[in-house]
């Protein structure tokens, strides 16, 4: 984005073949590579460095791409299951939570992890930087973009499903450099990507690049970083829901640095990975063991995604069979993709806030439900070292204790819409 910009305390990595280069502002590919792969980053500062809570999420700084703080953040919390645990009679079960919980130290105002991407992302946002960023989400994503691009007057265009339109709830009005677009009733996340995508050949706007932003994934990553600051070790076994992958592919990528750290141990987690059933894209993949995504009718798709409770986790095409994708990291780390219904999520659901005394969205209840089953089943031992990522909690008390507004869209977009027809629209949005 701008040639100038030249950050210190961090290179970029080709997974695939391992060439480091320098950021150039807003990187997302390995340059001269032909074959798909994601870049990670590579610190200068090679052990976990967690500074004053005050800081928020930009605590964990020395290990994100970030070249200003921005104001507003909070970081992950863990702590040591009591409820829960002894419900499970697990000796050693640490959550970390992402959302709502003043009590513990939390207090994320969209309820949900995604806002360590958020502002990760943004922080990654030079001065320089022009142009609106645009974000396409199910959900939670855009809420927490709307949210941290509205505090710090960064330039935003959403592009959501509009049967999603419940998540885009806000404790305060949204300043109007937010903009939010939709793909009409009935369309999916997918069809959002790919309006966002063609937004995105416009002059003006530029690709945020979910999995492939550095940044997304190392703000996600905070999560694990949390935990193993807490903990004092790294964990046996990781249990979170996934949509796109992209936060256990960000445990993953943690996890390697901590290694490198050398103080918390040296071994991989585990990944318990779990889907919501019908709409399981990567749990069939695995099961079938294909680095390819199995094929999957659009029409079905759409009805597959209307029907689980966690919307947020109905990605079509994750970023599971690129290098250093959530395949790779399966294969590397051990683990087992795993399939929860909608039933026994509301019913893991209950059993947090009773155990626990506080709710959580869908799909950190996916996760629950995930490692509820699998200790039930006896296989995971009663004394290892659990991280359960509780990816969003506290909404239902958030809402009660302050008033919400829905931001609403500023035009409803047919599922595939022409090139031209976008431009007319986002020319009367942002002239």
Known sequence: MTEDFKPTHYLLQSIKTGQQFSDQGWTLDAPNEKEPTLVRTVYEEVQLVVKDASMGVFRFDE???VTRYLQGSSAPVTYKSEGLAKYLGLENLYITFSGYWPEKGVHMRTCSFKETEAYSVCGRITEATKGVLVVASAGNTARAFARVCSDNNVPLLLCVPEDNLDAMWFDEPINDNVKLVCTRSGSDYFDAIHLSNKVVTLPGFFAEGGARNVARRDGMGTT??????????????YFQAVGSGTGAIAAWEANDRLIVDGRFGRHKMKLMVSQNAPFLAIYNAWKADSR????LDDEDARHQAETIVAKVLSNRFPPYPIAGGLYDCMKDAGGDVLAVTNEAAMEAAKVFLETEG??????AAVATASLISEVQAGRVPKEATIMLNITGGGEARFKREKEVTYLKPRHVFDINPGTEEIKRVLEQLFK
């Open 63 to 65: 290990w994100l791409p």
């Open 224 to 237: 694990t970083l949390s935990a193993v600051d807490f903990i004092g070790q790294i964990p046996d076994y």
């Open 292 to 295: 390819q995504l199995l094929p």
């Open 358 to 363: 506080n709710d959580i969205h869908p799909a």
